[in-house]
C-alpha cells in the first residue's frame, strides 16, 4: 500500500509535466526572425470554411517589426499594414512527430511558397520555404521571443536581437 501511496504522486507529476517538455517541442508560440526584424505568432490557426476544429493546424501572423523612431510601418503587396499580416498558412501535422507542413506567404510581393517546420533539439524554430520541391528552399532558424509586443506592432531596433529579454517596445 505504501507503494501505491509514493507512486501516485510521481506518476502524477510525470502526467503533469508531460505536457511541458513536449510543449517546449511545438512551434505554438513567438518567434524572432532569423535576422531579428520581425516576431511572428504561430498558433492554432482561427475557425476557417472547411477547416476542421481538430485538425492541429498552425498559422502564423507577424506580430511585431523592429523599426527606427519615426520610420514607418511596412506596407504589405495589398498595401496594408505588414502588423497582423498573415505569414503562414495553415500549417499541419505531417505524422512525422513535431513536424508541420503548410505554406508561406512574402509579404512584399505576395509569393506563396511551400513550407515545413519543426522546432530543433536546441529550441529553435528550423522554417523551410521552397518553390515546387524542397531542395528548391532555404531553411531559417528562428528564436522564440519572450519579451512583450506592444499593440502598435513597433519594436526597437536598439537591442540586441539575441538578447530577447532586452527588447523593448519603441517609443
Known sequence: M???IITAPVLLGLAVAAPTREG???PVGNW??????AVVQIAACPMMAGLPAASGALCGRIIGIKLDRGTAMPHDYMGQSQCDFPLLKPTYPTGD???WQGHIVDPRNGHVYGASLHVTPHGRL???GFLLLPV???TQYWTRYAAPVPPSCRLSPARRADNQRSDQPAG
Open 97 to 99: 512527430a513535431g513536424i
Open 32 to 37: 524572432l526572425t532569423e535576422h531579428g526584424g
Open 136 to 138: 528548391l528552399g532555404e
Open 126 to 128: 528550423a522554417l523551410h
Open 24 to 26: 517546449a517541442m511545438t
Open 2 to 4: 505504501a507503494a501505491l
